[in-house]
């Protein structure tokens, strides 16, 4: 499955009998045009239940749990009648095609740093480069930190290389980040600075990954179990996977992945790393949407978000 594959979940909510829900709706599916989308209407009938959804008005439209309509700082859980501003300034009770269409447009390539445009992070053989990122990547899951490029000089000089330009042309392409001295600080999906994701190798160290997708990709990589700690960015609490024979159990229960980039381009630690985070659930990914309305994302659920961490990982150790 491609993230592209991945059907988006739209949920409507609304007090019943809303007289825009309806509307909003109808302009949806125009603005899908044809995409597929589960489309659902959840009724909500008191302020708690606003808040614990996260509906600030009536109709409140939630792409994959994240409301794109919603201002930073203003946005509070209501019941009543909601009023969107469309482009030329026009006020209606739900938003126009036009903006639901560029909503759902932003959706669409928000995972192109990390996945490099869909050109996969398995650097290419020549030149020593997959058999350097291999090296790499092996040190970091044996000894929990990253190599000094000197350890690195026997397996790029079969390639007629130094480790120190091999690695360089791994930095421009994103497969690796180095500092100013050219030691490297990050190699997808390991870090060598402390980070908000820790995952605990069974059998081996611990290290630090680059994001939440980065963490959930690291059992896949290396075929073993592991524990993944992290926390809630609004709140600090604690979230926690532990993966056994390939199974995987979640705390909390009801946690959630926030995949989110910065509107900039450069490498994928820069425009989207810090904005794919673990929450407990999924009013509070929304909440941090809302606080940070530079970051365009979604939030996934459990299952999409192993998925993306295997699909993205799990064949950087293959041969060939």
């Not at 509070?76 to 909601?82: G, I, K, L, Q």
């Not at 000197?150 to 330009?165: C, D, I, M, T, W």
């Amino acid at each position: 499955m491609s993230w592209e594959d991945a059907t988006m979940q739209i949920t409507v909510l609304a007090v019943p009998g809303c007289p825009n829900a309806p509307v909003v709706r109808e302009r949806i599916r125009a603005a899908l045009d044809g995409r597929p989308a589960d489309l659902d209407l959840v009724e909500v009938h008191d302020e708690a239940e606003a808040a614990r959804l996260g509906m600030t008005g009536s109709p409140t439209v939630l792409l994959d749990g994240v409301d794109p309509f919603a201002a930073a700082g203003t946005a509070v859980p209501t019941v009543s009648c909601r009023l969107y501003r469309d482009m030329d300034g026009r006020v209606d009770g739900a938003p126009s095609v036009a903006a639901l269409r560029q909503a759902l447009a932003a959706e669409v390539d928000v995972l192109d740093p990390i996945g490099r445009g869909g050109r996969g992070r398995l650097a290419p053989v020549s030149g020593g480069l997959r058999a350097v990122q291999q090296a790499v990547l092996r040190h970091f899951a044996e000894a929990g930190a990253a190599p000094a490029p000197a350890l690195l000089e026997p397996v790029s000089a079969p390639f007629g290389r130094r480790a120190g330009e091999v690695l360089a042309e791994l930095a421009r392409e994103d497969f690796v980040t180095l500092d100013e001295a050219g030691r490297i600080r990050a190699a997808y999906p390991f870090s060598a600075r402390p980070t908000r994701h820790r995952v605990r190798i069974i059998g081996g160290p611990e290290v630090w990954s680059m994001c939440a997708i980065d963490a959930l990709g690291v059992g896949a990589m290396l075929d073993t179990d592991v524990v993944v700690s992290s926390s809630d960015p609004m709140t600090d609490a604690r979230v926690t996977i532990t993966v056994h024979d390939g199974q995987s159990t979640w705390e909390p229960a009801d946690a959630v992945v926030f995949v989110g980039r910065r509107a900039c381009s450069g490498s994928a630690a820069a425009v989207c790393c810090d904005a794919l985070n673990f929450f407990t659930g999924r009013a509070s990914a929304a909440a941090w949407a809302i606080r940070h309305p530079d970051v365009t994302g979604r939030v996934v659920d459990q299952a999409r978000a192993e998925e993306l961490g295997r699909q993205t990982f799990g064949l950087l150790l293959s041969e060939g």
